[in-house]
């Protein structure tokens, strides 16, 4: 029992350690990769001066000094004006020096190199219209608005609750209304068809609604909790994974009383 004890012990050790190096070097390696190089979203209303704002935090306070009105209606209007401005249409996905365990992994599911946490989305000039309505539901919910979103086939919007109706906020399309009642896009208004035009013909946007597909989810909750969950402990890993096997390495070697320590080099043998 003592000698299986002994090799098991050997092979955590060398296992703890390997893994310490392993994390080490991915995460030097990942810090010595050069950013992306990044689109220059010459198109749509897409203004490169607000690649300053990183944060939602920094987001918040960009709106609240955009508008001095603080109704539900301005500051939806005001962030909807804000995320239009700030990306640009194209999915955002995570570079290697930001999460290289996520960037390996999208090479086996590639919506698992996709930000979705608004923080890291923010870190970018493109996103797709899911990226770009979380965003929007963050910054939202921050400024106290009930916010949801609305999943059709082929798109993603945002929706918050205004006057005690749902409104609907598609930053990423940018069409011409700003929004619109979420009843209205339920019931196929011809206003909201005619807004999206062509583009809306080609996801059969009319029959979506005729058959039930469009629904209101996620309300005043995380629009992807998997996706968050996963991508939290891959940054995590990705920056500080080292430092925990190391740690664990170091207090196995550190015990005062290991039990191959105290096998004879026949019992060891034997």
């Avoid at 390996?104 to 996709?114: D, H, I, K, Q, S």
């Avoid at 009383?257 to 019992?267: G, H, Y």
Wanted: hydrophobic letters at 45%.
């Amino acid at each position: 029992m003592k000698k299986i004890q002994y090799h098991a012990g050997r092979v955590l050790d060398v296992l703890l350690i390997t893994l310490s190096a392993f994390f080490c070097i991915g995460t030097i390696a990942a810090q010595l990769a050069g950013p992306s190089p990044k689109p220059t979203g010459a198109h749509e209303s897409f203004d490169p001066t607000l690649q300053s704002v990183t944060s939602v935090d920094a987001a918040v306070g960009y709106v609240l000094g955009e508008t001095t009105l603080r109704s539900p209606a301005a500051l939806a209007a005001a962030t909807d004006e804000f995320v239009r401005r700030r990306f640009f249409h194209d999915f955002s996905k995570l570079r290697v020096r930001d999460d290289w365990l996520a960037y390996l992994a999208g090479f086996v599911w590639g919506n698992l190199r996709v930000p979705v946490l608004p923080d890291d989305i923010l870190r970018y000039p493109q996103a797709a219209c899911s990226q770009q309505s979380i965003v929007f539901q963050a910054i939202a919910r921050r400024l106290g608005l009930d916010v949801g979103s609305v999943r059709l086939k082929d798109h993603f919007v945002a929706a918050a609750k205004i006057d005690g109706q749902w409104q609907v906020f598609d930053p990423d399309r940018e069409i011409s209304v700003r929004s619109y009642p979420l009843a209205a896009l339920l019931k196929a208004d011809p206003a909201v068809m005619t807004a999206y035009g062509a583009w809306g013909r080609s996801i059969s946007l009319e029959a979506q609604a005729a058959h039930g597909e469009i629904r209101l989810t996620d309300v005043n909750g995380n629009p992807a909790p998997n996706g968050s969950l996963f991508q939290r402990l891959t940054h995590f890993f990705s920056h500080y994974g080292w430092l925990l096997f190391a740690a664990l390495a170091f207090a196995r070697f550190a015990r005062p009383s290991r039990v191959f320590d105290r096998l004879t080099p026949a019992e060891v043998a034997g």
